[in-house]
């Protein structure tokens, strides 16, 4: 058990939908990061929170959004959804800002897409 | 050209043998992260690098900064050591750029 959660665990929805996934980072991790894992693109960063700011962005779509609370958990919310959005979405914090610290991951959510 | 390419993509061996991942990547990196996901889908982090050479166990992972390349090794492999290795590279953008992953099935 890493100390990450994620939920929810598994969500299936309709194309067009909106949906939030939650991520809340291990005690004492300011940094959260969030990826997708498909079939066809492998793990991709979408985007990285440090204590409430957003600190480096990835491949994320403008559909995709997240933020980070004051408490620090992290949501990322997706929007319009297409088939291709299909995927496993992980989490990952770490306590410092850089990419040189050590990352634990969530077990992840799966979202399909419908 | 990918930016982060691993070698082999699959690799099937014995139990016992001596398992080599590599991983060369093209950008400028912090870190070189190496990961490993379980057939569930679980990531665990395994290795962080920017130097040298780290060893937890069995495992031992390098790093060469000069020539861009990083490697995992796993000593007298296991059955339970079947999953996906993937390398990461944290670039000095802080993006991060993963390998597409290697499949390492050990036969007992």
């Known amino acids: 058990d890493s100390g990450v959660t994620q939920t929810p665990k598994h969500l299936i929805t309709a194309t067009g939908q909106r949906v939030t996934l939650r991520c809340s980072p291990r005690?004492?991790?300011?940094?959260v990061y969030w990826y997708q894992q498909s079939l066809d693109q492998g793990l991709q960063f979408l985007i990285q929170y440090y204590n409430g700011e957003e600190r480096a962005k990835g491949n994320i779509l403008e559909r995709f959004s997240a933020q980070q609370f004051p408490d620090l958990h992290s949501e990322l919310n997706l929007s319009s959804l297409e088939l291709g959005d299909s995927a496993l979405y992980f989490c990952a914090s770490s306590a410092g800002q850089g990419n040189y610290n050590e990352q634990f991951f969530g077990p992840g959510t799966r979202l399909t897409v419908l | 050209k990918n930016e982060v390419e691993q070698s082999p993509q699959n690799l099937t061996a014995q139990e016992g043998e001596f398992i080599t991942i590599n991983c060369s990547y093209s950008?400028?990196?912090?870190?070189l992260h190496w990961l490993q996901q379980h057939p569930g889908g679980g990531i665990v982090s395994l290795f962080m690098?920017?130097?040298g050479k780290k060893k937890h166990g069995r495992l031992i992972a390098t790093i060469n900064i000069q020539e861009k390349h990083s490697s995992l090794h796993i000593t007298a492999s296991h059955p339970r050591d079947s999953a996906v290795y993937i390398c990461?590279?944290?670039?000095?953008?802080?993006?991060?750029?993963f390998g597409k992953g290697t499949r390492l099935h050990i036969l007992p």
């Open positions: 690098l920017s130097s």
């Open positions: 005690s004492g991790d300011l940094s």
């Open positions: 950008v400028g990196i912090s870190a």
């Open positions: 990461a590279a944290g670039g000095v953008d802080d993006k991060i750029i």
